[in-house]
């Protein structure tokens, strides 16, 4: 049920915006990096259309935060892809070319994605994409996380010793998450508290569904749903 971290020498998590990361496993981020993993966060998008229209002092703002965000899990690099918001299905191809040109260059042992039943469009875009290169490329274990919406997980990684750098990392992201961080803290680390009961040791844990060898998506979307 737990994630073996010992196992993992390099990672890359992709962020379909920036916050991503922070609300969905930036407590693993910190435990990999602090092993001396080589790390790479990769935001795919501006997100300039937070509040639906375009705007590129959002976009300069979310940046900002990004950079800082990865700085403070301990990462040795941030990169921005530069994405129109709200637009990864429309670019889905070249999304695709250039993360297969980075995931080569790379090679990562795990990769971090959003999840295929993310509410959000741009996430469950970002999901697809993973899997496709997953398939592909065939050279490292693929881990959906939780950003909006739970997974049905196959493995569990123990923050509690994060926690409250996780908190502290969440309400960086003033911009990116309206003005008030410190909702979305209460409800991400209510939701990692939540996943003491499958381990029965009060406690924090951030989930995962990882995928170690091929699969379609529609195969991963039926167990993700329990079909």
Known sequence: ??????????FVVLATHPDDEALGCSGTIMLLNE????????YLTRGEKLYGTSSPDIAA?????????????GCKEAVFLDFPDGETGRHREDIYKRLYKLLEISRPDIVFSPSPI??????TTTAEIALKLFNRLKSFKLAFYEVYSTVRFSHL????????????????YQTSLYGKPGVYVHATLGLNAQR?????????YEAFYV?????????VLAW???R
């Open 61 to 73: 703002r979310r940046r900002q935060e990004a950079v800082r965000s990865s700085g403070m899990l």
């Open 211 to 219: 995928l170690k060898d091929s699969a379609g998506l529609d195969d």
């Open 157 to 172: 990684v123990d923050i509690a010793e994060k926690i409250d750098k996780k908190r502290e990392v969440i309400m960086n």
């Open 35 to 42: 092993r001396g993993a080589d790390s790479l966060v990769v």
């Open 196 to 204: 003491s009961i499958f381990t029965q040791v009060k406690g924090y």
């Open 118 to 123: 993310d509410y959000h469009q741009d996430h």
């Open 224 to 226: 993700l749903s329990y």
């Open 1 to 10: 049920m737990f994630l073996d971290l010992s196992t993992i020498d390099s």
